[in-house]
T-cell receptor, first 111, second 114 residues
C-alpha cells in the first residue's frame, strides 16, 4: 500500500527545475506532500484533493491525476533551501486515518 | 506557540525494559498518530487516534501500545523493546475538519535499543 516515489534522489544546480512523482496502485482521495530537512521533522507543503487540481506554494507546485492515481511535485528555479527529502502521503478515504507515505526523494541543490 | 512536543528527544535503553515516549499537542487537534522512520523505508504509521478513547493500528503496530485518555496526549508505549525497534519516532497531529488536514509533526525521538 506504500506509494512509489521516483526518482529516489536528484541533484540540481540552483535555478534548475525538478519533478518528483508519486504513484499508487489503489484509488486515492487526497495526496499530501511534505519536506524534511536533515535532522528535522517533516514539514507540510500542500494537500491535493481528487479532481486533478493543481496547487502552488511559492515556486513549488503539484498536480494530482486521479485517473492515473498519480501526483507530481514540481520545483521550479530551485533554491538552496529546497534541499531535503520530499515525501508524498496518500489518503484513501475522505477522513484522515491511515496515511501511507512513500520512501522519499532526496533532493540536493548545489550553488 | 502551536506545537507538538515529544519527549525525550534521545533515548538509549536495553532489550526488555519498558519505556514510554510522550507526545502532547496544544492545538486541540482530534487526530494524532505515531510514525517510525528508518533509512530507505520512509515514514511508516504505527498507530493513530481519531479522538479520545479511539485508536487504530497502522502499518507496523507489533510491539507497540498507545492510549488516548486525553485529547492533548498520545503516549507510545514499548512494553518489551527489542533492537529492531531502534528507530526515529515522530508523533503528529491534525485537525479533522474540512478536506484540508495537514499533519503537524513533533521534533522526533531517536530510540536506540541495545
Amino acid at each position: 500500500q506504500q506509494p512509489v516515489q521516483s526518482p529516489q534522489a536528484v541533484i540540481l544546480r540552483e535555478g534548475e527545475d525538478a519533478v518528483i512523482n508519486c504513484s499508487s496502485s489503489k484509488a486515492l482521495y487526497s495526496v499530501h506532500w511534505y519536506r524534511q530537512k536533515h535532522g528535522e521533522a517533516p514539514v507540510f507543503l500542500m494537500i491535493l484533493l481528487k479532481g486533478g487540481e493543481q496547487k502552488g506554494h511559492d515556486k513549488i507546485s503539484a498536480s494530482f491525476n486521479e485517473k492515473k492515481q498519480q501526483s507530481s511535485l514540481y520545483l521550479t528555479a530551485s533554491q538552496l533551501s529546497y534541499s531535503g527529502t520530499y515525501f508524498c502521503g496518500l489518503q484513501r478515504g475522505s477522513t484522515l486515518g491511515r496515511l501511507y507515505f512513500g520512501r522519499g526523494t532526496q533532493l540536493t541543490v548545489w550553488p | 506557540e502551536a506545537q507538538v512536543t515529544q519527549n525525550p528527544r534521545y533515548l538509549i535503553t536495553v532489550t526488555g525494559k519498558k519505556l514510554t515516549v510522550t507526545c502532547s499537542q496544544n492545538m486541540n487537534h482530534e487526530y494524532m498518530s505515531w510514525y517510525r522512520q528508518d533509512p530507505g523505508l520512509g515514514l511508516r504509521q504505527i498507530y493513530y487516534s481519531m479522538n479520545v478513547e479511539v485508536t487504530d493500528k497502522g502499518d507496523v503496530p507489533e510491539g507497540y501500545k498507545v492510549s488516548r485518555k486525553e485529547k492533548r496526549n498520545f503516549p507510545l508505549i514499548l512494553e518489551s523493546p527489542s533492537p529492531n525497534q531502534t528507530s526515529l519516532y515522530f508523533c503528529a497531529s491534525s485537525l479533522l475538519t474540512g478536506n484540508n488536514s495537514p499533519l503537524h509533526f513533533g521534533n522526533g525521538t531517536r530510540l536506540t535499543v541495545t
